[in-house]
């Protein structure tokens, strides 16, 4: 990444978690990825299985060609997340946040056979994300996500496949 950035730097379990944001929103840094280090504790207790690397940051850039992505050891987020205190008060990307790094186990440490199987590299970190918002986010309804993404699923699965020249999908053997 190139640009000017203020890190900020938090701890989990020993290893470094750092918040790379626009100079003007340090200040905020801890306000919008603080809860970072609760999310590794509860991904990492049900999953059985620790953080598996040794550090993580958070970066947020301007004009990123998508929402936000996962790499290993390092999420990038468009500059939507970037808000200041009192915009915290009635939005906060914390999902978006949850659900990349639950990527860190489902798509870089466990990655899929190939493309046709991204679906579960998607499912696995929307499912605990929702399973994960009640302890994390106290006083939030986790049954709203989960209500959300029932309705998606029921409709995706109603609705008529769209035509494709892609091959059929192989059997899964592998994930």
Excluded at 15 to 22: L, R, T
Excluded at 30 to 45: E, H, N, V, W, Y
Excluded at 60 to 82: K, L, P, R, W
Excluded at 128 to 153: D, F, K, M, T, V
Aim: with cysteine; net charge negative; charged share 15%.
């Amino acid at each position: 990444m190139v640009g000017e950035f203020a890190i900020v730097k938090d701890q989990w379990q020993g290893k470094e978690v750092s918040y790379y944001v626009a100079p003007a929103f340090a200040p905020h840094a801890r306000a919008i990825f603080g809860k970072t280090p609760a999310m590794l504790d509860f991904f990492s207790q049900k999953l059985g299985i620790a953080y598996p690397w040794n550090k993580y940051a958070q970066a947020v850039v301007q004009h990123f060609v998508s929402g936000a992505m996962e790499n290993t050891t390092a999420s990038v987020f468009y500059d939507y997340v970037q808000v200041d205190a009192r915009s915290l008060q009635d939005e906060h990307h914390e999902s978006i946040i949850a659900h990349e790094l639950m990527h860190q186990w489902f798509g870089n440490l466990v990655t899929c056979e190939n493309w046709a199987y991204i679906t579960l590299n998607e499912l696995l970190p929307i499912m605990l994300n929702i399973l994960g918002r009640a302890p994390i986010w106290p006083g939030r309804s986790h049954y709203l996500g989960l209500e959300h993404w029932q309705n998606y699923l029921s409709g995706f699965c109603q609705s008529p496949p769209a035509p494709s020249s892609a091959p059929a999908m192989p059997t899964l053997t592998t994930f």
